[in-house]
């Protein structure tokens, strides 16, 4: 009976000290992000002890094995050292695992918002970027030190219990026990098998315990606070491979269709296959003999928050803001999503982001059409300018598939100017495509060029000769983003191909900004779209608009006839009542008084009314957004048919 309560003992304290360490990382990152929290009412006590809930699940899933096995030896009167040695191995390595999600999540939040999940799989097929983003910037060695300090002392700890198990073990006298005794301990064993399986689950009730769970107030850092990090990465992967979340089901693809056709204005008879393809007519009375060039800059994570003309007190973008007020330029416009990939299909080929889905990846690189196809179409050269490597998400397989006849990438540049794992910096990547262009013009063709810069996203590299005027690294990487913008366009203006060029600048995505007003902050998806040069009339538009509306704009304005099959609408002569995009596990439908966010996996709304100033104010009568639930679900859902048209395709036989 002795040697049975001293290996219990073990089990007991090994679980306590790694509900502990992970109590310590949901500290850290109470302590570093605690600024996030606009509702100073919500009480943090709660998220802890919801946190502690939570770790417990990732313990008890850990703990499961080494307990059965443990306690039914100890049972049957086996307890040789080894078995406790096996254990201490066994908790080591898990934990160790186990903490990795716990140790990211505070950087991984402070970007994106959100607790870390299955997205993050995606970053795993480009070991050398991703490695170099984790060690390059410096903001994330903290992390990475505490990881290593805190994982050390928990593995140290558990030895240490170890050691201690079998030294009690080695002074205790074996003794034959009774069969009363042995019955009895069996009994427990099994009771308490059962107590770390009812862990597992986490709660009684049909369900066992959902990220849901951690829901308790209006606060949305406090409100997944409380959330395991590795629960909710495991989860998220979990729900990625079964079979019902591998398609979204919002509504019924006809009803979707029908609602998408009838916002977009078609008439014509649904094709099965192509459901939005319609030929688009523009009005090319007085166009130019010489059609004009195309050049598309997406910079990195440029939240419209971040420029003056909207709010900014700091000068970070004094080039951004002089264009703002003397081009074509957007207040209200939204990115697609959160993510480089989703920026760039919704922008350059006119779809919507699909949740955190990565729609220039797959087996077989998929086919799109958008700008570049078009253009190609029209003799246009088309260029593509990235900094990193050409394989990462797939841009070189995907453009060159889809409308690019040259793709530059860090393979084509010299190997002193690569400052980190996303390549070359943002001047570098501007003066090489102006160079390439100047050359492409020389030829007499007419061009589109893409340039996606990347400064703006750690790690910060600041080139020694710019001297920023900020103190803090995440502003003087803005001053640089836009430095470079500036620099570009003065110098491309001394071409001779610049004043028959149409220059359109936005972002792939924004980022977070100041305190988060809601579930999902403004910040990460408002982003400023600016349009001038040839033929470009200069007016600010107020009205809302998309990255999927960018190619039926552009095309409006060069007084380009084409086949289209996307989602998005002119906004010079059509008004959008409503946008919507994603946010990773989340979708989001707004106008200009209403917020309406959905959470596939939880079944859950939110909803806000707009104030004035901007902030948020939550809404109980979901009634009143059903409109833009069904804007969202509707187009969304459409998307998604597409991406599966040939599955789907008897769906619609009736229609």
Not at 75 to 104: D, F, M, Q
Not at 478 to 493: M, N, R
Request: hydrophobic share 40%; with cysteine.
């Amino acid at each position: 009976m002795k040697r049975y309560i001293k290996i219990v003992e073990y089990l007991l304290s090994v679980h306590l000290l790694a509900l502990f360490v992970m109590f310590l990382f949901r500290l850290v990152e109470f302590i570093a992000l605690h600024g996030m929290i606009t509702d100073q009412d919500a009480n943090p006590f709660i998220a802890f002890l919801k946190g502690l809930w939570f770790d417990n699940v990732i313990a008890c899933y850990i703990s499961i094995l080494p307990l059965a096995v443990l306690l039914l030896s100890a049972s049957l009167s086996y307890t040789h050292r080894n078995l406790i040695k096996g254990a201490t191995v066994w908790y080591a390595v898990w934990l160790a695992i186990a903490l990795i999600p716990s140790a990211a999540n505070t950087p991984y939040f402070q970007y994106f918002f959100k607790n870390i999940n299955s997205s993050i799989f995606g970053w795993f097929g480009y070991v050398s970027t991703t490695s170099g983003m984790l060690l390059q910037e410096s903001s994330y060695w903290l992390h990475i030190g505490l990881y290593f300090l805190l994982t050390g002392g928990l593995i140290y700890a558990i030895n240490r219990c170890g050691k201690r198990c079998i030294g009690a073990l080695q002074r205790i006298s074996p003794r034959k026990e009774t069969a009363t005794v042995i019955i009895g301990q069996v009994l427990v064993t099994l009771a308490l098998t059962a107590l770390c399986l009812f862990g597992i689950r986490g709660r009684m009730g049909y369900n066992p315990i959902k990220i849901s769970q951690s829901y308790y107030c209006s606060d949305s850092f406090l409100n997944q606070l409380g959330i395991n990090p590795a629960f909710n990465l495991l989860t998220s992967a979990l729900d990625d491979m079964r079979k019902e979340n591998k398609e979204l089901h919002l509504m019924p693809y006809p009803e979707a269709i029908t609602n998408t056709r009838q916002w977009l204005g078609l008439t014509s008879p649904v094709d099965s296959t192509n459901i939005l393809k319609r030929t688009v007519i523009n009005d090319s009375t007085g166009t130019k003999a010489c059609p004009p060039n195309v050049v598309i800059i997406l910079m990195e994570s440029m939240s419209a928050n971040l420029l003056g003309t909207f709010g900014q007190r700091q000068s970070l973008t004094p080039t951004l803001d002089s264009l703002y007020h003397h081009s074509l330029a957007f207040t209200h416009f939204y990115s697609a999503g959160i993510h480089t990939n989703h920026g760039m299909t919704a922008t350059l080929y006119s779809f919507p982001a699909l949740m955190f889905r990565n729609l220039m990846k797959g087996t077989v690189t998929p086919h799109r059409k958008g700008i570049a196809t078009v253009l190609k179409e029209k003799g246009y050269e088309n260029m593509f300018f990235m900094t990193h490597e050409a394989q990462y998400d797939n841009m070189k397989a995907f453009f060159q598939t889809n409308g690019y006849d040259d793709i530059y990438s860090q393979e084509n540049y010299p190997k002193e100017e690569v400052v980190n794992s996303f390549g070359v910096s943002d001047h570098f990547v501007f003066n090489y495509a102006l160079n390439t262009i100047n050359q492409k013009a020389k030829t007499g063709k007419n061009f589109m060029a893409t340039i996606l810069t990347v400064s703006n996203h750690p790690p910060y590299i600041i080139p020694s000769f710019f001297k920023p005027k900020t103190q803090e690294k995440e502003t003087q990487i803005v001053e640089y983003a836009d430095y470079c913008i500036g620099d570009f366009l003065q110098k491309a203006s001394r071409q001779p191909w610049y004043a028959n060029t149409i220059f359109v600048i936005l972002a792939d995505h924004g980022k977070l900004l100041g305190k988060s007003e809601g579930e999902l902050p403004e910040s990460y998806n408002h982003i400023p779209l600016i349009i001038f040069g040839a033929g470009v009339p200069q007016q600010q538009y107020t009205g809302l608009g998309m990255q999927v509306d960018v190619m039926p704009t552009l095309f409006g304005i060069m007084k380009i006839n084409y086949e289209y099959e996307g989602f998005g609408i002119n906004l010079l002569k059509e008004e959008r009542p409503m946008v919507f995009y994603s946010a990773d596990n989340q979708i989001v439908a707004r106008d200009q008084h209403r917020c309406f966010i959905y959470n596939p996996a939880m079944a859950k709304s939110f909803c806000y009314d707009i104030l004035p100033d901007g902030n948020l104010q939550e809404n109980k009568s979901t009634a009143k957004f059903s409109d833009l639930q069904n804007y969202v679900f509707s187009n969304i859902q459409a998307a998604e048919y597409i991406e599966r048209k040939g599955k789907n395709a008897l769906l619609l036989e009736n229609k």
